[in-house]
């Protein structure tokens, strides 16, 4: 089982750019979960899924989206890139109420 | 509304004694799990420890344990012979509501 992967590892975006994060998980786990972790702080939760075709907003939804089309993948789509989405994004999937299991991470710049 | 919190911002131990790491919550459950994760250097979440809320005993993994007072709503890490790697930001969580919610975390710092 490779886990939960993440790509890319590392980008750069410039101001107004658009990018997906993408995340696949091969634990067949029914939730899905993205974070963003900025320097110093701890994680805030941007969306999750409980199953495909359902997502809700977390705490920070704002210029993110996201879509769950099959349960393996949940991708992370940044619209008109701004400097205060520089930040770590973790992507992260769990067995309903269980332990999450975490991705490791894309650290994204803009500038 | 579930709330975690860590009151120790930082934390720093000798080389081989322990530590005991803070955390408290807030919920009206009565059945649920509470977790404590890793984040060292690298930035990888790692999961170190769980405790189910219906089982007295508290969990242990080597040498990390926690006391888990359910009527009082604490979870604390204990950390023994604390050893170099163990360097790195703790996080308390606690699932409610389809999502885990975060402590503010607690960075610990092994001197040699």
């Known amino acids: 089982n490779a886990g939960v992967t993440q790509t890319p590892k590392f980008r750069i975006l410039k101001i107004g750019q658009s990018m997906t994060l993408q995340c696949t998980q091969d634990?067949?786990?029914?939730?899905m979960y993205w974070y963003r972790q900025d320097p110093g702080m701890g994680l805030k939760l941007i969306y999750y899924?409980?199953?495909?075709?359902?997502?809700d907003k977390g705490e920070v939804p704002n210029g993110y989206n996201v879509s769950r089309s099959t349960t393996e993948d949940f991708p992370l789509r940044l619209e008109l890139a701004a400097p205060s989405q520089t930040s770590v994004y973790f992507c992260?999937?769990?067995?309903?109420?269980?332990?999450?299991?975490f991705g490791p991470g894309t650290r994204l710049t803009v500038l | 509304a579930q709330t975690v919190t860590q009151s120790q911002p930082e934390m720093s131990v000798q080389e081989a004694e322990t530590v005991t790491l803070s955390c408290t919550y807030d919920?009206?459950?009565?059945?649920?799990?509470l977790f404590w994760y890793k984040q060292p250097p690298s930035r990888q979440m790692i999961l170190v420890i769980r405790?189910?809320?219906?089982?007295?005993q508290n969990a242990t993994e080597n040498r990390f344990s926690v006391n888990f007072q359910k009527a009082a709503k604490s979870f604390s890490l204990k950390i023994s012979d604390s050893q170099l790697g163990d360097a790195a930001m703790y996080f308390c969580?606690?699932?409610?509501?389809?999502?885990?919610?975060f402590g503010t975390g607690t960075r610990l710092t092994i001197i040699p």
């Open positions: 992260a999937s769990s067995y309903a109420y269980n332990e999450q299991f």
């Open positions: 899924s409980v199953g495909a075709g359902i997502t």
């Open positions: 919920t009206s459950e009565s059945d649920y799990y």
């Open positions: 969580a606690y699932p409610g509501n389809e999502k885990l919610t």
């Open positions: 634990m067949n786990h029914n939730y």
């Open positions: 405790q189910e809320a219906y089982k007295q």
